[in-house]
């Protein structure tokens, strides 16, 4: 394959639209998608088995030299043993033929990514989670996708229909004109196609190299703090002082009555169970498409609502600061495990990241995770070491200030990115000390045990470990007091 060189000034971008296949498409889309996860399947099964077959040799003392030898999971050499087996493989024996030989490179390389992530986690060259073994995909739950990146891959001229692979064409729910036009002026390549089953109905997704063309922010000169939170969604604080406020739409608690009806009703179904090999009856089958109904109905007016948000802060501002909140911390807490995750922290801080980068070529600021920009003063630089979350208007001891907890916080973000720009709109203010961590706050606490400790809500094990303790330091007194 012939290495993809981008030209200058030209950028990857998606073009994602829903279709509206019948039902023979459907049901080929559906085998493609089908033929991509069984050749995962076969490439998990086919590079472990030499893993087993090893693990078993070894429990009969076979010397290394003479043990089966590892199988490669590269791509290219997937493709090879596939395509030497996939003939006399009564998996795929009679029906392998029906589908594009693209569905069955999505399944490969698909297996080769998720081997390499595995091998780079084990030898600590991965960021984040430790990656398991890659495992076999179940045909229940396994999301439907396949990618073509050869073929008759284009965009029809009538603006509601597009080619793909072995499918023809397709018809499209809302009109292609924003991808039409770019192709047909010579600003847009297409490299690429990916369709996917998702919220109830098919998506394609074009990645085409696309001419960047930046668009001016209306305030280049301004910086923006953004202070996220579950009773208000974000509180925004420019460097010239104003402020405002983004209230929370809370989506899910809009649903939520819906929500439990629907699962009330689901659960009183024969539900599929795989340790007896129960399916699951049409009634379920029913009840469960209907609760995912009300969950799609909640996650599409979500993800609206943030890409409108943030579409206006980054053509507004030249900089944005946000911080770097522990979001997988913060969904522990049972309180507000819910609430947060309906508000979508994480993909307010990645759509900034993408539209400032892509789109207008502005600056993005990530505070520290430490920083103490709820608990230092935006008007003197004072910092107080403790400040509930119950707390939520801000009172300085120093200067007397009295303001509201995510309006001081947003604030100090703004002063954070003066500093860091160098533009002096707020670098009157003493920023460089609001920079630093929290300081005692980020220190391991030596006060005793938690109040959950206490009440023994640890089940016993923090409040023993602390009694043994006690009794050896006893022991190690009394033996020097003999002695």
Same mark, same amino acid.
């Given at each position: ?238 460097? !010239? /002082? +104003?402020?405002? &406020? $983004? ?6 608690? =809009?649903?939520?009555? *819906?929500? #439990? %009806? ?51 802060? !980054? /053509? +507004?501002?030249? &900089? $944005? ?6 979001? =997988?911390?913060?969904? *522990?807490? #049972? %309180? ?56 939520? &208007? ?90």
């Amino acid at each position: 394959m012939k290495k993809f060189q981008r030209q200058p000034g030209f950028v990857v971008q998606a073009f994602r639209f829903a279709l509206d296949p019948n039902a023979s498409q459907e049901a080929a889309l559906r085998s493609h998608c089908g033929a991509a996860r069984a050749a995962y399947n076969w490439a998990v099964g086919w590079v472990t088995a030499s893993w087993w077959q090893r693990r078993a040799e070894e429990t009969y003392q076979i010397p290394e030299d003479q043990l089966t030898e590892w199988r490669p999971w590269s791509l290219p050499l997937l493709r090879k043993a596939f395509n030497a087996t996939k003939q006399n493989d009564p998996r795929f024996a009679g029906w392998w033929e029906e589908n594009s030989k693209e569905a069955y490179s999505t399944g490969l390389a698909n297996a080769a990514a998720a081997f390499d992530s595995y091998s780079k986690s084990k030898q600590g060259k991965r960021r984040g989670k430790k990656v398991g073994m890659p495992r076999f995909k179940s045909k229940r739950k396994a999301c439907l996708s396949c990618r073509f990146t050869t073929g008759t891959i284009r965009v029809d001229a009538d603006g509601r229909h597009v080619t793909l692979p072995r499918l023809g064409a397709v018809r499209v729910h809302e009109p292609t004109a924003k991808l039409l036009e770019r192709v047909q002026a010579g600003t847009a390549r297409i490299l690429s196609v990916t369709v996917r089953h998702e919220r109830g109905r098919w998506f394609v997704a074009f990645q085409t190299e696309v001419k960047h063309d930046i668009t001016r922010v209306n305030r280049p000169d301004s910086a923006v703090g953004i202070d996220l939170g579950v009773h208000t969604l974000a509180v925004m604080a420019d460097t !010239t /002082g +104003e402020t405002r &406020t $983004v209230p929370n739409p809370r989506h899910l608690d =809009a649903a939520l009555s *819906r929500l #439990r %009806r629907a699962s009330r009703t689901a659960s009183r179904r024969q539900g599929p169970d795989h340790r007896p090999g129960r399916k699951p009856s049409r009634r379920w089958e029913k009840a469960n498409a209907a609760r995912n109904r009300v969950h799609h109905r909640v996650a599409n007016p979500r993800a609206d609502a943030l890409h409108k948000l943030t579409t206006a802060v !980054t /053509g +507004e501002y030249g &900089t $944005v600061v946000i911080e770097d909140l522990n979001v =997988a911390g913060m969904l *522990r807490n #049972r %309180r507000l495990a819910r609430r947060i995750a309906d508000a979508g922290f994480g993909e307010i801080r990645r759509q900034l990241a993408c539209k400032t980068q892509q789109r207008h070529a502005t600056r993005v600021i990530i505070a520290d995770r430490w920083y103490p920009s709820s608990k230092t003063c935006s008007g003197c630089g004072a910092v107080k070491a403790k400040l509930p979350l119950h707390i939520r &208007t801000y009172h300085c001891d120093a200067c007397g200030l009295v303001i509201d907890r995510d309006d001081n916080a947003a604030r100090n973000l703004a002063a954070l990115a003066a500093a860091a720009t160098g533009t002096g709109v707020a670098g009157d203010q003493d920023t460089a000390k609001v920079s630093k961590p929290r300081g005692a706050d980020q220190k391991t606490r030596t006060t005793g045990p938690s109040r959950k400790a206490r009440a023994g809500w640890a089940g016993g094990a923090t409040l023993r470990h602390q009694r043994q303790t006690e009794t050896r330091d006893r022991t190690q007194a009394e033996a020097l007091t003999l002695w």
